[in-house]
């Protein structure tokens, strides 16, 4: 290869051609002459420098103007398509800085001498000019805190003329920074509007109006359950005042501050709020009209304080959950006299078998027959035995592991055998035969262990055959020898034959059971240690969060159950040997007891489960939100007041916003231009959907959840009908109204034949359990003190009844503790019969029958709210509602009830003024506003503007949910004026 000379071109020859290249194309890269005398460098210094002040001046015009029509949403105009929709404020804004630095620049000139320079853009006549316009021109923020902004300017064409020929051109690309906030307020607002929109999960406005809410529910949710007369827990009223507050909320969070007539407005709609719930709850006149008469409110501060008073717990708070009526529930199935008999029979049930032993200790089989003499032939041949138990002997047998002998004894047995041979010799046949003895000693035990069908576990009894060793009498298990050889030994023939079975080898390995004789007081001495037990089971509680219980995410009855099995081996107190078999007997009834409770709770966690899944489906059905979304707002409600912050130093000093929104204080009323000229025409700024999930009429939700009764028609718990019943009586005390006292009348009805199935099964009950004949005035007397339905009707279903009939008839039968005790809780179970319930209709045609008339005077009580006297004369408070949280038809141990919020909002106009406006104008401002306008923009020059998009409204959605959790009282909590889901005027079109 290095001999190789093919392709190769001499050095020199390269050196020439690349010479001659340089000098042919040299001419065309050199532009107009550049002349080096000093006025034209001074004319281009001069213009350069007048071109930067152009520039800062158009920066700053464009951005005042840019903000206060700021594009948001792009034209669908040839101008408009220029914008690109991801940041449509900024292109506009690039834009018009373009523009009005080219309008700039033509008042850009110097003379010096004959030397002219002058300064020029191209011009934009087409979208394509305004698209390379746009492209040359750069903005973002700077400054100390980025107040400030940043723009370039790229290819300014500085043109030098002598004589009007060009004699030289620069092109320079000016940056300037000027203290125009225009981009900081269009990021302040856009952060705004996300955060005025962001879910729950994130920080913004769904999260400050749960902040906001919670406090406002589990203040009315507990006023009502202590017997306020609340009706609506969380009104629409009370969403609008959470909502405006969570509006001003979040305005100091990003703004530093929040618009003052906005925190004006809602210290005054608080105080019209609180007037309003005072007037609708008020249970009496003289509390409403203290306040009515006040002429002055206080102010309140735009985030209310948080503190609660002691006795009002909130969502945060921990709840108590016992075992409670479980215990009673798990009792009934253990100590049922049957129940209870085939426990404590298998703690005195041994389980037996026959252990044995054989040895040969001498004789044999028969040798072979002797032949009858010479030629005989062997035909056939045949042993036969027998055997005999000849004498009694000693012996012993090993019982398996655990197992232990009863009984034992032992046998010599004979067996005698004969074998007889057949021979034949020409055709005559002959019998020989040969015998023997064999001598065998077989042992027998009777051994046994423990039935394994006890729940006490299989501990040794140290007196299990000692008769004076048991606390009760009796026998102990000294009786259980004697039965096992009763059972195994005689039923198979006796010793003797057993033996000779034995030898035989035709007796059989068969298990049995004995059970020894309990003593006479075993049974009520083991209930009343269960009654001990249960009582001591039913106090074994947990603690839970309110709020994670009302979402499902913590599971009480788990927890119970935990909690149980925890305490599980003091509660159970087995002994690590039993000192007799009374006390095995108890061990096994606690166990079983211990058993039932941990099955009841297990069926209880897992019907939980179920009822989540019920929650989830409704919440799904009625609204947009779910428990997943309950779930984060129980940590939304812990969203903190924001503080106020420094305010920002940009390049020229402090700058400090304000907030104008119109209207500063969104309501739910319809307003219209007369009053904020901002807006079109007749518009809501603010619409609200409240769905309240359960509420009443009472055959709906909750007992959806919880379960429905079985039978031909939907039906509602005696306590929530008869709940309705007395409340209706209560109201027509005071108000007379005929469509109420008809269907009070049919509930009437439906309630008192209720009433009149518990009694008779509560009569039933008195006489299987006591002895008492029909006629016995027990029950009767018993009932007494209760001769209206209603008050009947609660009597039974809350248990004050069936208690009062187990202490007379305790009395009257002189019944033991135990029987007493016994008798109460078949009572109780009697009257928990879900069959004996009315039907749902009679009870909601009732309850809204009701809740109209509630309606029809709080409609008064407002118009009279200037009055000196506000009565209140319906009675709602009585009328249950919320989804009890329990097992079904047993007692509950909370009630729940959750709100779902969507709140949607429109300002006709938001602002935002900074306190810098451009250098030009010391002391001017700059202000970014928002009120749904076209943004116009000449951008051709040709005197007609072109649509670049529009400064849209700025409009909000929030979502939100709460859930209250109340103590296991009849009342509950929840919406009692029947109205589930409550709209207000406008939904779902915020802004029309």
Known sequence: MADDTRGRVPFALLGVLLLVSSLALAPTFVGAPVPTDTAVERALDRATAETQSAVRSGVATAGRRAAANPVVTPADTPAGRVLNESEPFRDALRIRVYLRVSERLEGVSYRSGDVTVAASLPPVSNASDLRAAKRRVSVSRAGANETAMRATVTDVLLTVRRHGRVVAERRVSPTVVVPTPALMLHDQVSTYQTRVNASIAHPGLSQRLTARLYPIAYARGYAQYGGAGIENVVANRHVSLAANGALLGVQRSIFGRSDPDGRRALTEATAMTGIEDLVRGSNGSAVASEVLNRAEYRPVSETPVRQRSPGRPGAGDSMTVGVNGTADAAFRTVAAPAALNETLADAYTVEVVLETDRERVSGGRPPKPPSPGANWTLVSQRTTASVAAVEPTDGSVAAPDGWHALDSFGRVVERRYRRTAVWENAGTSRRTAATSTARYRVTVAVIGRHHGRSPAPNRSIATAHDASASPLGGANLADVAGKAETRLVGAAGGRDRIAERVVSGDLERTNATVTADRPPGLDAWVYRDLMDLRERVRNVSASAERGRVGTFETNPPKRLRDRLRA??????????????????????????????VD??????????????????????????????????????????????????????????????????????????????????????PLVARNVNVFTVPYGDAAETVIGSVPGPSRRVRLSSAARTLAAANATLQN???????????RLRTQVRRSNVELVTAMRRTVETETGATSDSAIVVDALAPWDSPAGRALALTNGSAPDRVARLAGQRRNLTRAERDWLRLQLRAAVAAPEAVPTAGATNRTGSALRDVAREQATRALADAGRSKVERRVDVDGLPAGLPLGPPWTARFATVNVWWVTVRGEYARFAVTASHGPPTEPGAQTTYARDGSAVTLDVDGDGAPETLGTADRLSFRADTGVVVVVPPKPRGVGDKDGTAVEESGGWPNAGD
């Not at 599980?568 to 108890?586: E, I, M, N």
């Not at 979304?629 to 400090?656: D, F, I, Q």
């Not at 108000?735 to 009348?745: F, I, M, P, V, Y």
């Open 567 to 596: 305490r599980r081996a003091g509660l159970a107190d087995v002994p690590a040997t039993y000192d007799s078999a009374a006390q095995k007997a108890r061990v096994a009834a606690r166990i079983a007891y211990l058993n039932a």
């Open 599 to 684: 099955a009841e709770l297990a069926r209880q966690a897992a019907g939980r489960a179920e009822s989540e899944r019920k929650v989830r489906s409704r919440l799904a059905a009625e609204t947009e939100g779910s428990l997943r979304e309950l779930r984060r707002g129980l940590t939304a409600r812990e969203t903190r007041v924001p503080r106020s912050r420094p305010v920002p130093v940009g390049p020229a000093g402090p700058v400090r916003t304000r907030v104008d929104a119109r209207t500063p204080y969104l309501p739910l009323a319809e307003l219209d231009e007369r009053r904020y000229r901002a807006l079109n025409g007749s518009e809501h």
């Open 735 to 745: 108000e007379s109204n005929a469509t109420l006292a008809a269907k009070r009348d």
